[in-house]
């Protein structure tokens, strides 16, 4: 009798699953027309590494979500396109793709391109169209400054960059106390530099050299020189990735020895251990995400399955770097805030992102009303016998600074 | 006051790989009368051809140079010959847009050779230096230097010791003049740009060794290049000589100085002040 009892149960709560799946996936859903998505990046230019970067992290949500039939708007499943344009570097250009690719493309969502300068300008377009646009790769707060209400960023904002090296370097011992600093003068670089010159004193730092150069020559030599003299304990470089090169081969020529050298953009990349082999050993950097972190995702990949995909995909032995990373986490943005909506309306869907919040691999996705994503921390790397290590904060650490950096000639 | 020494020195250092830069770009210049706006990426080969010789066998970076200068010869002379010989007598724009169009070609055949990664040739004295006092004298960078200036003299010896250089000198001199003594004008320029080009290469092998390079790397030589040649002045080899290393102390010095943000503001001002002054540059000669 207990048992028919409890037979009965179960086929009725069989019954009941089966009717609810029904109600609200209506069976197998139907497939829609596809959505398209539309990216200027820099496939071509100084920056088509970076570009190339960005590009790989959209296309391998790509295939993901497609491989999955699609979007699910209402249960109807809508694949995906993404049309590309490339911006040749130039930042005037990608804001003229974004209005050719909603125009005469009708993208109707814009992925961001590669680096603040160009996302500031395609922001406008974005904008002036009511598209929404979703970007991984301008980190300038003064994107965002101008009360945009279509463009958010899913990665955390400049002044982070390496605001984080200096809470590490507090815990350390013996404390450094001296910081040298090395400025791009792009609006991004800029940005890091004034947040860590405005940070470093309330964490008992000083900074007793600050310098910018022109960000397109990387010939820094003099400025190096000038550096040595003052033997600060902390080297820091707020630019991109060949500058970054440039001043670590110049201070080994010229013997400025830090007990840490922190760099924003450049040591995360696989180039920079390629370019520097063993020279490129104890260098910091302040990182978006890493490999290593250790969020708990609600959706998509895992992790460990984002990094296994990536190196499938792209047949490579090297981990994605946080510039693919994020660039995926700006279509999850998409995913979501679309499912969310329901619809494919731009206006609700630009409302849906505003409410996000979700975890992902790449970590919180949540947005502030400037439509900055400041919930994410940044982490901070280094790299030790030519492998990344996640050092800082501890709980997501895989491994421990090592410090003090020895003097170039001991090592 | 060592200070102001070390920065002197870095100055001249510098100034070497912006003499061994220009140098073909004036030859190119002076002789066949092309502004080639390829200059810079055809440097930007000579560093990947430096950078692969060392990755693949460990070729220490300044034996190849060499073999930089020899590949840089053929690809320069095949495409005076092939291409650049067939609009040598049009306006100086046909020059300009072609040289031009061959820039992007190179460029993106090497972005699709070797993909826009960063690159950089690190052997293992890269990082040493003569310590003398407190000024350090980075062994690398003087060695550029003292390539540029053999360089300089190999050039000078070409034209001024030779029999093929007293012909492209007349073929820069009058081109009509030199082909009715029985000069074959389309060998000559040919071999002009492949002389142009292979120390072009030369210096591209000096360059990978202190910066990273990627296929875009080459635009701001060809800047350089052309700012070195009109401050020197055009036709001599003193000339490119005295450019390159006044342009490079005017940038380092202005680095220390006003800021790196002003170096190449006072370069360009300088370079007017000397375009008004002397329209010829410091040293070139009277056309």
Redesign the interface.
Known sequence: MRREKLGILLALTAVVVTACGGASGGGTPTTGAAIVFGAAVSL???Q??EG?LTKQGYDLWLDWINQRGGIVVNGVKHPVQIKYEDDQ?TPNLSATLVQKLITDEKAQFILGPYGSAATATDAIVAEKNGVPMVEANGAAQSIFSKGYKFTFGVLSPANKYLTGVLDMAATLSPKPTTIAMLTA?DNFSVEVAKAVEDYAPTKGFQVIFT????A????????I??AA?LNPDIVMNSGH??ES??IN??A????LNAKIFAYSVGPS?P??I????P?ANYVFDGSQWTPQVKYKPSFYLSVSEYVKAYKTKYSTTDDPDYHVAESTAACLAFQKAIENAGSLDATKVRDALAGLDVMTFFGQIKFDSRGINTFKPMVVEQIQNGTHYTVFPADVANGKPQYPTPP?SSR | MS?FT??VI??L??GGIYVAVALGFSLVWGILNIVNLAHGALVIVGSYITWDLFTRWHIDPFLSLPIDALVLFVIGYALQRGVINRVIRAPLLFTFLLTFGINLII??LL?LIF??????V?PSY????L?LGSV?I?Y??FGGLVVAFLLAGAMWTILNRTRIGAAILAVGADRDAAQLVGIDLRHMYALTFGIGAAFAGVAGGIIST???I????GD?YTLQAFAVVILGGLGRVSATVLGGLTFGLI???G??GP???Y??AIAFVVLVIVLVVRPRGLLGRLA
């Open positions: 071509t230019g100084a088509s590494k190339g570097s003068n310098k910018q150069y022109p397109a020559a990387p010939e820094v030599s003099g400025l020189s000038q003299r990735l060949a090169i440039a081969k110049g080994k020529q010229l013997g990349t180039d920079f390629k370019a520097l082999g020279d170039w | 200070q070390q920065q870095l100055g250092l510098l460029v993106s972005l993909t826009p990664d960063f690159r950089s690190t890269s990082g040493n230096g310590h350090t980075p690398i960078r202190f910066q990273s990627t296929p875009t790397a701001p940038e380092i010095l680095q220390s800021g790196p943000g170096a190449n």
